[in-house]
Every structure is written in structure tokens, then in C-alpha cells.
């Protein structure tokens, strides 16, 4: 074997090598069980009002994960926040985004909320909301709930909302900057 045929070879394993680590799922993480736990379910409670106050209280920052999102009053807290100077991002399924006529993501980004699209996986499914994760005060919102009408009003929905516990919420933070590392910007062509 010639030399050059040597270091394509040894390179070819080392960059598999390293993308068969960077394949390797995550381990579950665990943390202890600080702060409170609040559930909530619908038909029944107002989830939305619940996320909606959590939002209202963020002093620093806010990151949502978002499958569908068509909810103009969570919307627009998301879009209060900003005005008031808190970091506000959010991470939508790209799919959801081009197929949801009534998708609150435009006037998210209208508002100057950071809206990025993903569309890495079958379905961005995820629906979280961290709050404050460097914090004390730190909150994770998540569970089934899309942020939609139909979750509020039609669907048999829950969340579970860890409060005060920032391990926890910057687990969240850290699965959430990993993956917009792979969006895109959210623009009317993104869609």
C-alpha cells in the first residue's frame, strides 16, 4: 500500500470514527428533585393560561420547541417578553410551518422573536418552553401540549411544569442549542 492510499485511509477512519461518536445518543441525565412539580390537563385546566403567566414572569430569557403553534395568546406573550427585553427564540417543525395556514410563526417574527425551523427529523416533535434556565427561578414547561387552540380546547392534553430546579432547565437549554445548531432561519421562503 502507498503512503497516500495510508493517510486516506487513516483518515477516512478517523472521521468515521468521530461520526459514529457524534451519532452516539445522549445518556439520560438525572438530577435531584428540587423545586416544585405542577401538572396541568385538558380538556380542563388552562394550560394556556399557565404557560402564558410563566412567559409574563421571564426576566432573562425564553426558548420554546414547538410542533404546531397556532396560539396567538401565547404568541403574543412570547412577543411581550421580547419587548420587554428578554431573549426570546423559538425552534418550530419546518413541516408544521409550511402546512398550518393559521401558523403564528410570522407574527412571531414580526414581533422580533428568533424563529428557526426544523426540519432535521420526520417531525420536530418536541413542545417545550425554558425559562430563566440560568436562574434560581428557572422553568421547564413540557409534556403533549401543542401550542395550538385545538390542544386548549378539543384535544385530551397535559404538561408538567418543573419549577425552580435549573439543572433540569439547562438540560433543556443544552438539547435546545444543539438542535438549532442544524435550523434555519425562519423567512417566508424558509417555509
Known amino acids: 500500500m502507498t503512503t497516500a492510499r495510508l493517510i ?16 452516539e445518543p445522549a445518556r439520560p441525565q438525572r438530577f435531584s428533585a428540587v423545586g416544585s412539580i405542577e401538572t396541568a390537563f385538558t380538556p380542563g385546566d388552562a394550560i394556556d393560561s399557565l404557560i402564558v403567566n410563566a ?9 420554546v420547541q414547538a410542533y404546531s403553534f397556532t396560539h396567538r395568546r401565547i404568541a403574543r406573550a ?20 409550511r402546512t398550518l395556514p393559521q401558523n403564528a410563526l410570522p407574527g412571531l417574527a ?16 418536541n413542545k417545550v418552553v425554558v425559562i ?4 434560581p427561578r428557572a422553568i421547564t414547561i413540557t409534556g403533549s401540549y401543542n401550542f ?6 378539543g384535544n385530551a392534553e397535559n404538561v408538567v411544569v418543573l ?10 437549554r443544552s438539547n435546545w442549542m444543539r438542535l438549532k445548531g442544524a435550523c434555519v432561519p425562519f423567512t417566508k421562503d424558509a417555509q
Not at 55 to 63: F, K, P, Q, T, W
Not at 78 to 97: C, F, K, M, N, T
Not at 132 to 135: G, I, M, P, R, V
Open 148 to 153: 395550538t387552540y385545538a390542544a386548549q380546547r
Open 132 to 135: 430563566d434556565a440560568d436562574t
Open 55 to 63: 412567559i409574563d414572569g421571564a426576566r432573562d430569557e425564553v426558548l
Open 163 to 172: 419549577r425552580d430546579n435549573p439543572p433540569a432547565a439547562r438540560a433543556y
Open 8 to 23: 486516506v485511509g487513516a483518515t477516512l477512519a478517523i472521521w468515521l470514527a468521530q461520526v459514529c461518536v457524534a451519532a
Open 78 to 97: 412570547l412577543v411581550r417578553a421580547r419587548e420587554r427585553g428578554v431573549a426570546v427564540s423559538v425552534l418550530a417543525d419546518r413541516e408544521q410551518a
Open 110 to 125: 414580526a414581533g422580533g422573536v428568533d424563529v428557526c425551523l426544523d426540519g432535521n427529523f420526520r417531525a420536530a416533535h
